[in-house]
């Protein structure tokens, strides 16, 4: 089978190789998975750049945390799949519901082998049954982004119909969160550095958009369509170059979800919470019960994620390319 390998010390895309390796063979309560489509996310940026939690990759590692497939074997003792199901892995292995074992939760991608390969193992224990409204490419999306919007939103958050909630940006995990808040009944401000991107998040559900490069007191912007009362909710991705802004932005008894990397530099003097009653919330991504919430959510809602483009398996390093410049809006898949 055709698998992509990063080998160790990977400092940029071109330590990307396309290799042969055996097809596996499902041990005892594992599925084989066929992979029909991967995504990107910031995180596979990193990693393939040797910037990731842990420095560069110390062996040669198959990357990408998210797939969807459909199980093609199973071993001894599986009774949670059968051959045909469409599933998609957990981004950690080992942690199906409540607070995470003591020991830690390895990630695909990285210290773990990923996604981007034809045919991958995984525990039964490590796998769910994707929406049947989406396509292998749109479930792709949900492992990493769409559980962390899930667990944001939905598990801390708990937001209610009329809530306001506040999303960073346009990427993967913004756009999930965009769609999840709107079929919570809320109202979504979203930030973006394009005009045209605001555009099309208005068309996806969005209430009103701020160009964060055109204005970049965008705080104020969000003080000003609240008439003064901040939101309720916050996907952080920015990090510690937008968190000042951020805690500007939050409501009376609001919560910021502490997501993302995007930016450092910054004020981070969290003070500004105290006068609000608000709390900052970290996140790190989710556990299997929460994926499984999250698919029963996107099927009766026919929640569609919003996949900007689909790379050949042969174009991954291309893919790779696109996705760094953040030209994209929503997810980028990569079909295998
Ligand atoms: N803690 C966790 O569990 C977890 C899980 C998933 C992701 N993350 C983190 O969350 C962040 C987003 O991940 P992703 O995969 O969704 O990224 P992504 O798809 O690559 O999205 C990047 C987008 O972020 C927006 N952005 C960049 N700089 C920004 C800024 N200064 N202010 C507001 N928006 C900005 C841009 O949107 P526009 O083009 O519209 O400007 C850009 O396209 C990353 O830092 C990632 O590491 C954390």
């Known amino acids: 089978m055709k698998a992509y390998v990063l080998l160790a010390g990977s400092e940029n895309v071109d330590s990307l190789n396309l290799v042969e390796r055996p097809e596996p063979e499902p041990g005892p309560g594992q599925i084989v998975v066929r992979i029909r489509a991967c995504s990107l996310n910031y995180r596979d940026q990193a990693i393939v750049t040797g910037r990731y939690f842990g420095g560069k990759l110390?062996?040669?590692?198959?990357?990408?945390?998210?797939?969807?497939?459909?199980?093609?074997?199973?071993?001894?003792?599986?009774?949670?799949?059968?051959?045909?199901?469409?599933?998609?892995?957990?981004?950690?292995?080992?942690?199906?519901?409540?607070?995470?074992?003591?020991?830690a939760r390895p990630?695909?991608?990285?210290?773990?082998?990923?996604?981007?390969?034809?045919?991958?193992?995984?525990?039964?224990?490590?796998?769910?049954?994707?929406?049947?409204?989406?396509?292998?490419?749109?479930?792709?999306?949900?492992?990493?982004?769409?559980?962390?919007?899930?667990?944001?939103?939905?598990?801390?958050?708990?937001?209610?119909?009329?809530?306001?909630v506040l999303c960073l940006g346009t990427g993967g995990v913004s756009m999930l969160a965009l769609q999840f808040a709107k079929a919570a009944g809320a109202r979504v401000i979203i930030t973006s550095s394009s005009d045209e991107k605001l555009k099309r998040a208005k068309a996806v559900g969005a209430d009103e958009g701020i160009n964060y490069k055109t204005s970049p007191a965008w705080?104020?912007?969000?003080?000003?369509?609240?008439?003064?009362?901040?939101?309720?909710?916050?996907?952080?991705?920015?990090?510690?170059?937008?968190?000042?802004?951020?805690?500007?932005?939050?409501?009376f008894k609001g919560n910021i979800c502490l997501i993302g990397v995007l930016t450092t530099g910054g004020d981070t003097n969290p003070h500004p919470l105290m006068l609000r009653g608000a709390s900052l919330h970290g996140i790190f991504v989710g556990n299997r019960a929460m994926f499984e919430d999250m698919n029963r959510a996107i099927e009766v809602n026919r929640i569609q994620p919003i996949v900007d483009k689909v790379?050949?398996?042969?174009?991954?390093?291309?893919?790779?390319?696109?996705?760094e410049f953040q030209s994209h809006f929503g997810k980028v898949v990569i079909s295998v």
């Open 58 to 103: 110390q062996r040669d590692t198959i990357p990408l945390s998210d797939g969807a497939g459909e199980v093609v074997a199973t071993g001894p003792g599986v009774t949670r799949f059968k051959a045909g199901d469409r599933v998609a892995g957990t981004f950690f292995e080992n942690w199906v519901d409540g607070p995470p074992a003591a020991e």
């Open 219 to 251: 705080d104020k912007e969000v003080q000003r369509i609240t008439a003064g009362r901040g939101v309720d909710h916050i996907v952080e991705v920015g990090g510690t170059g937008t968190l000042a802004k951020s805690f500007q932005s939050v409501g």
């Open 311 to 323: 790379f050949p398996f042969e174009k991954t390093r291309e893919a790779y390319r696109y996705h």
């Open 107 to 164: 990630a695909l991608g990285s210290p773990l082998d990923g996604t981007l390969v034809e045919f991958r193992i995984f525990d039964q224990r490590d796998a769910v049954m994707i929406p049947g409204n989406l396509s292998f490419e749109e479930a792709a999306t949900l492992p990493c982004a769409g559980v962390t919007a899930w667990n944001a939103l939905m598990a801390v958050s708990r937001v209610k119909p009329g809530d306001s």
